[in-house]
């Protein structure tokens, strides 16, 4: 759980210093440094940052192939486009990474190079950001969370905003094309918005994006059935024993349930709700995303949360592209709470009523 903590956390900051060094990147080529601040300690700052990049973008990479249950493979970190596993959304983030080596291996050895040979090399750092977002958006399991998927979208907007704020000020080309320029930059910010709605938010995205049915655990065999469909656990009614933690943020706050599911078929289980106070002091859960790792070498299923009841969670799971399966976690006692306990049921209906919803999800 703690690898698939830092995978997700280590590339959404790597997210935030790549959209910030980029932001200094075009300020820096404009002319621009803070009065107080000499030259070239705006300078040294962009090249930290672009090294704390690197730390980050390794970090990232170690911890999705330690975490045995992505099936990414070592190859796929540096061949775009060869992992079972979301390949064409994933081969954007290695794609990247490569375009960022080159980057960044350049500019290490500048003073062995023609300049405009680095400078040439250093404009892909304009194609390797934009391909990282469509990375993050396209395979990040988080996007759908309201505060994540803000997050991505504001990176975009502030890039937008000082690619324009640069055209702007520049005196090539000619005002007409530059105009058509900032138009198009502009527009990105909704393009991406419209596009995110179409794809990635909806329900349904993990299977079209390539997430495959056999999820294997770092070369452990997967459960499959009959025609190599995966095969889903028997129904169980497991125990489920973890914490539940809460953090605020914009107009709302998140709860975290996370433990161990003890019977059955074992495993993971992590729900994240996104919550806001109604007036009467009551909290109301906006949406849930739930995922759920049985023991090594299984599937890992992922959903929503479907309903809401006192101390309980309804929701759907689906592996892959197989078909959604209903879950229900009830849970005794105050929520947050650092320890909690309660019962898992999955892959049946229980009392209660999962199962009403017939939807995939992601
Ligand atoms: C500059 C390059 C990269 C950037 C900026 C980046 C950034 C991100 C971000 C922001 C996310 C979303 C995290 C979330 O939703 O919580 C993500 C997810 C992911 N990245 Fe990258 N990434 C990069 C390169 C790579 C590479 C080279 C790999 C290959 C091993 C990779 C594998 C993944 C995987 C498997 C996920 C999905 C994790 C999940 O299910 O949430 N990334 N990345």
Redesign the pocket.
């Known amino acids: 759980m703690t690898l698939?903590y830092l995978?997700?956390?280590s590339?959404?900051v790597?997210?935030a210093v790549?959209t910030v060094n980029l932001v200094m990147g075009i300020a820096i080529q404009g002319g621009w440094h803070p009065e107080s601040w000499p030259r070239f300690a705006v300078q040294a700052v962009h090249r930290n940052l672009a090294l704390l990049?690197v730390v980050l973008?390794t970090i990232?990479?170690v911890t999705?192939?330690l975490d045995p249950f992505?099936p990414?493979g070592w190859w796929?970190?540096l061949v775009p486009f060869v992992?079972p596993?979301?390949p064409f959304w994933?081969g954007l983030?290695?794609l990247?990474?490569d375009l960022?080596a080159a980057v960044v291996v350049t500019s290490l050895l500048r003073s062995h190079l023609r300049p405009r040979w680095w400078r040439v090399i250093h404009w892909l750092t304009y194609v390797?950001w934009p391909?990282?977002?469509l990375?993050?958006l396209g395979?990040?399991?988080?996007?759908k969370?309201t505060w994540?998927f803000g997050f991505?979208l504001g990176c975009v907007g502030l890039v937008a905003t000082t690619v324009i704020f640069r055209v702007a000020r520049a005196t090539r080309p000619r005002v007409a094309v530059r105009g058509v320029i900032m138009a198009a930059v502009a527009a990105t910010p909704m393009a991406v918005l419209a596009w995110s709605a179409a794809g990635p938010l909806q329900s349904g995205w993990a299977r079209q994006a390539g997430t495959p049915t056999t999820a294997l655990a770092s070369g452990a065999p997967a459960s499959t059935g009959a025609g190599g469909q995966a095969s889903l656990p028997a129904p169980f009614t497991a125990r489920f024993v973890g914490s539940a933690t809460s953090s605020a943020g914009g107009n709302g706050e998140t709860i975290t349930i996370s433990g161990q599911v003890q019977g059955g078929v074992g495993g993971q289980l992590l729900v994240s709700l996104s919550a806001s106070q109604l007036p009467d002091g009551t909290i109301a859960v906006d949406q849930g995303s739930v995922t759920y790792r049985p023991a090594p070498g299984s599937l890992v299923y992922t959903g929503r949360v479907v309903s809401v009841g006192p101390g309980s969670l309804i929701m759907r799971l689906a592996a892959g592209g197989g078909q959604s399966e209903p879950a229900e976690l009830t849970i005794s006692g105050p929520v947050p709470a650092s320890s909690v306990s309660g019962l898992f049921y999955f892959g049946s209906a229980p009392a209660g009523g999962a199962g009403q919803d017939g939807g995939q999800d992601s």
């Open positions: 698939w995978a997700r956390g590339g959404l790597l997210l790549l990049a973008l990232h990479v999705i192939e992505v990414v796929a970190a992992s596993y979301r994933l983030g290695t990247s990474l960022m390797s391909v990282a977002v990375h993050s395979t990040g399991t988080d996007t969370l994540v991505e």
